[in-house]
């Protein structure tokens, strides 16, 4: 991957997406850390980004569950971050899955624009749903990295974010408070409550049996 900004013969830099995904403690935080650290050991302007609500941790820093943290700019939507980029060589965005799909726009235009965009997020929900807008932007990114935490049953490898509590919706901050990454055995997705799964298919012994492929 990349880590110098690329010249072109006509003169502009070019600009590239990177996202870094995964479960929760899986390392995602870690990992954009490291990057925007060595983009500032080479000298290169950095402007780091995190949706106002996440207060876990910090008002202002991007900080890991480990305690690592960076100094970044909360913003209350997407847009904001293409008018407060500037003239950065390199965007960090954390947790990205609670900006809407405008993000993804965002992130093509600071990349169109010659910058290099690190994105970092929930790839999964509490349901084992895609989070909205992290696999659009996995799609339109050059790079895509997808970290796996220690699952907290077994210790196998974590793809999923298992929440501990009863609470309904998608977005509910916490930490090991309220989740625990879990590998794809261990992980127990709640079953949803909506209207429509009341309306689930018969039971299996009247169903028919499914066709061997
Ligand atoms: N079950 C676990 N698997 C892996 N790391 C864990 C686990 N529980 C706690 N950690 C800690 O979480 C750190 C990763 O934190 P962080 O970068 O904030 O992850 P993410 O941003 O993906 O939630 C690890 O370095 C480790 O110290
Ligand atoms: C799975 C899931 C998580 N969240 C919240 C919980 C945390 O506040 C963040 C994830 O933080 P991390 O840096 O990846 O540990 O997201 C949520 O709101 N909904 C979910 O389904
Ligand atoms: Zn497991």
Redesign the pocket.
């Known amino acids: 991957m990349p880590m110098e900004p690329l010249i072109l013969r006509h003169g502009g830099s070019v600009g590239w997406i990177e996202v870094i995904c995964g479960?929760?403690?899986s390392g995602?935080?870690e990992e954009l850390i490291r990057r925007l650290r060595r983009a500032q050991i080479a000298r290169q302007r950095v402007e780091v980004f995190k949706p106002r609500m996440?207060r876990?941790y910090s008002e202002t820093d991007v900080v890991s569950?480990d305690e690592n943290a960076l100094r970044s700019t909360p913003v209350d939507s997407a847009e904001q971050i293409l008018l407060l980029a500037g003239s950065a060589d390199v965007v960090g965005i954390?947790?990205a899955?609670?900006f809407d799909m405008t993000l993804v726009d965002v992130c093509q235009q600071l990349a169109n624009d010659g910058k290099r965009v690190i994105v970092a997020?929930?790839d999964?929900?509490?349901?084992g749903r895609p989070?909205e807008p992290m696999p659009q932007l996995m799609a339109v990114a050059e790079y895509v990295t997808k970290l796996h935490a220690i699952c907290a049953v077994c210790g196998a490898p974590a793809n999923h974010?298992q929440?501990l509590t009863d609470e309904e919706g998608?977005?509910?901050?916490?930490?090991a408070d309220?989740?625990e990454p879990r590998c794809r055995r261990c992980f127990q997705p709640p079953r949803p409550t909506s209207t429509s799964s009341l309306k689930a298919p018969a039971p299996a012994a009247t169903a028919p049996r499914p066709e061997l492929p």
């Open positions: 479960s929760m403690f995602k935080t996440d876990r569950h954390d947790e899955q609670f997020g929930l999964q929900d509490y349901m989070f974010s929440r998608r977005v509910v901050l916490g930490a309220r989740y």
